[in-house]
């Protein structure tokens, strides 16, 4: 029976949530009714997230990272220059667990890139441009999306329902050099279409793109 009295009067839930060939979850409780309620949240909760029932996953978000540069990154066109940022977003995030990383945490990040408290080079100092902040979560975004795709993660993407920031229209302007490379880097990691979409980008970029 998965709840039970013991003999010192206290109620004990024992339970397998995921089934009898999953973890065994114990727990003891000062009333039945303690024992019964927690009984069915751990059953509710293995039937709303399935992958609790899988082995616990204890990658770091750097590991993570790694592998997609491994597995993909690596291939692309500006392969290195993404994982080199994303290296510094895995560092000022603090490095967690890659199933803890969740939009609440990466929205306090992307505060704190906007504010400038956090920020990669001298011209950040004082804020990074919305624009700057949304390729970083296209970035960390699109490696949990490719592992997936590769079998390597089945947990959610963390950051898939999270919304960007919103980017004012204004009219069109010559684009700086750092615009042009960010330019080059999205349209890089934009696989399988990426060498005939680089080729298309620089038409206009030789040009004097305008934005």
């Given at each position: 029976m998965a709840v039970r009295k013991l003999d010192t009067g206290k109620w004990i839930c024992e339970c397998y949530p995921t089934g009898r060939s999953g973890r065994r979850v114990r727990k003891q409780f000062a009333t039945k009714g303690e024992a019964i309620a927690f009984e069915r949240h751990k059953m509710e909760e293995a039937e709303a997230k399935p992958w609790l029932g899988e082995s616990l996953d204890r990658r770091i978000?750097?590991?993570?990272?790694?592998?997609?540069?491994?597995?993909?990154?690596?291939?692309?066109?500006?392969?290195?220059?993404?994982?080199?940022?994303?290296?510094?977003?895995?560092?000022?995030?603090?490095?967690?667990?890659?199933?803890?990383?969740?939009?609440?945490?990466?929205?306090?990040?992307?505060?704190?890139?906007?504010?400038?408290?956090?920020?990669?080079?001298?011209?950040?100092?004082?804020?990074?441009?919305?624009?700057?902040?949304?390729l970083e979560q296209s970035y960390?975004?699109?490696?949990?999306?490719?592992?997936?795709?590769?079998?390597?993660?089945t947990a959610p993407n963390p950051l898939e329902n999270m919304r960007k920031f919103s980017i004012a229209k204004k009219e069109m302007a010559w684009l700086t050099h750092e615009q042009i490379t960010e330019l080059y880097?999205?349209?890089?990691?934009?696989?399988?279409?990426?060498?005939?979409?680089?080729?298309?980008?620089?038409?206009?970029?030789?040009?004097?793109?305008?934005?």
């Amino acid at each position: 029976m998965a709840v039970r009295k013991l003999d010192t009067g206290k109620w004990i839930c024992e339970c397998y949530p995921t089934g009898r060939s999953g973890r065994r979850v114990r727990k003891q409780f000062a009333t039945k009714g303690e024992a019964i309620a927690f009984e069915r949240h751990k059953m509710e909760e293995a039937e709303a997230k399935p992958w609790l029932g899988e082995s616990l996953d204890r990658r770091i978000l750097k590991d993570v990272v790694e592998l997609w540069f491994k597995l993909h990154g690596k291939s692309l066109t500006a392969g290195e220059h993404v994982y080199d940022k994303l290296l510094l977003i895995v560092e000022a995030l603090g490095n967690p667990l890659a199933t803890d990383l969740s939009s609440r945490m990466f929205a306090h990040y992307r505060d704190k890139r906007f504010t400038g408290e956090i920020y990669f080079s001298e011209k950040c100092k004082k804020g990074a441009s919305p624009l700057t902040i949304n390729l970083e979560q296209s970035y960390l975004s699109g490696v949990f999306s490719e592992l997936a795709r590769l079998g390597e993660w089945t947990a959610p993407n963390p950051l898939e329902n999270m919304r960007k920031f919103s980017i004012a229209k204004k009219e069109m302007a010559w684009l700086t050099h750092e615009q042009i490379t960010e330019l080059y880097t999205t349209v890089a990691v934009r696989a399988p279409f990426s060498l005939w979409l680089s080729k298309f980008a620089s038409v206009p970029a030789h040009a004097g793109a305008k934005q």
